[in-house]
């Protein structure tokens, strides 16, 4: 079993930054991708950016140039640097890992940006 726990969260106006935290813990050794997603209200869960162990990114579209992915595989962590935050990118933003056949889930985190 994976435990994520993520961290960062938080209210922020238009044109600000969060960076927010997944903190992996239980059987890590063989973590894969590990990545974010985001839900708004009312709309479907979606991809927002992942890693690879070795460090390879891919972003969605709406958030190129402005949202940065790290790990820390030393920690078991990985980070998502969000700078100019647009009322748009309000969601719960949730950290994935995958390990073999499994994609674990952390519970979320709120970020809402205000106009």
């Known amino acids: 079993q994976v435990q994520l726990v993520e961290s960062g969260g938080g209210l922020v106006q238009a044109g600000g930054s969060l960076r927010l935290s997944c903190a992996a813990s239980g059987t890590i050794f063989d973590i894969g991708s590990m990545g974010w997603y985001r839900q708004a209200p009312g709309k479907q869960r979606e991809l927002v950016a992942t890693?690879?162990?070795?460090?390879?990114?891919n972003y969605a579209d709406s958030v190129k140039g402005r949202f940065s992915i790290s790990r820390d595989n030393a920690k078991n962590t990985v980070y998502l640097q969000m700078n100019s935050l647009k009322p748009e990118d309000t969601a719960v933003y949730y950290c994935t890992a995958s390990r073999g056949a499994y994609d674990y889930w952390g519970k979320g985190t709120q970020v809402t940006v205000s106009s």
């Open positions: 890693i690879t162990r070795r460090g390879n990114t």
